[in-house]
């Protein structure tokens, strides 16, 4: 039985090595996202983001991924720590480390390891420190709400932005082929004495 345990937690500690842990996410970020973003790193085996149980809306903003090969996770952490990385839109990098048995919801229990847990008595000198974290955990919750709806509304700005200046640059190319799939173009170089380069390459005026 001790030995089934064992081997249990040996196999949650290699699933830990080959995790990464990315923070600094968007709210607007999806697993699908995610995969698109490091596939080509390697192979995504699961993303598992982590509730903030400090927003009512229960919004995630870090994310455990877990790759196929350790290999590939420290690939991820090296290339994100080097290199800005962006997802979603997000004006700010997405940072990467790896991540820690801690992170885990599910995590086994460690062989030999005992908890113990009880109540705090009002005398006792730690409640005082126990009701004062509680006060920062709530204050913490507020200001928590109030930034991350101020992100949102960048995000949303921000993505409305991107995606009128791919609809402009889609259009300005659309209407580039279809005159010179038609001879307008060869038309108005011959009328203003221009020469435009041959099918061979990219079509340009001279």
């Not at 030995?3 to 196999?11: C, P």
């Not at 607007?28 to 996202?33: D, I, L």
């Not at 290339?79 to 801690?102: D, H, I, K, N």
């Not at 409640?127 to 200001?143: D, G, P």
Request: aromatic share 8%; net charge positive.
């Amino acid at each position: 039985m001790e030995s089934g345990k064992q081997n249990e937690y040996a196999a949650f500690e290699e699933k830990v090595r080959r995790t990464v842990y990315l923070d600094n996410l968007s709210p607007n970020v999806t697993e699908s996202v995610v995969r698109t973003a490091l596939d080509q790193y390697g192979t995504v085996k699961s993303v598992e983001f982590i509730p903030n149980y400090l927003e009512p809306r229960n919004m995630p903003q870090c994310a455990l991924v877990e790759m196929e090969k350790e290999k590939q996770a420290k690939v991820v952490i090296s290339t994100l720590s080097e290199f800005p990385f962006m997802m979603s839109g997000m004006p700010r990098p997405v940072r990467a480390r790896a991540a820690v048995a801690e992170m885990f919801g599910d995590r086994p229990r460690k062989p030999g390891r005992q908890i113990r847990i009880c109540w705090l008595d009002t005398a006792d000198p730690d409640f005082e420190v126990a009701s004062k974290l509680k006060q920062l955990v709530k204050r913490h919750a507020t200001e928590t709400a109030v930034m991350l709806k101020h992100q949102l509304e960048k995000e949303e700005k921000l993505a409305k932005q991107q995606g009128e200046t791919l609809k402009a640059n889609y259009k300005k190319y659309e209407m580039i082929d279809s005159l010179m799939a038609d001879g307008a173009a060869r038309r108005l170089a011959r009328c203003y004495n221009l020469r435009v380069s041959d099918d061979s390459g990219p079509s340009t005026f001279h």
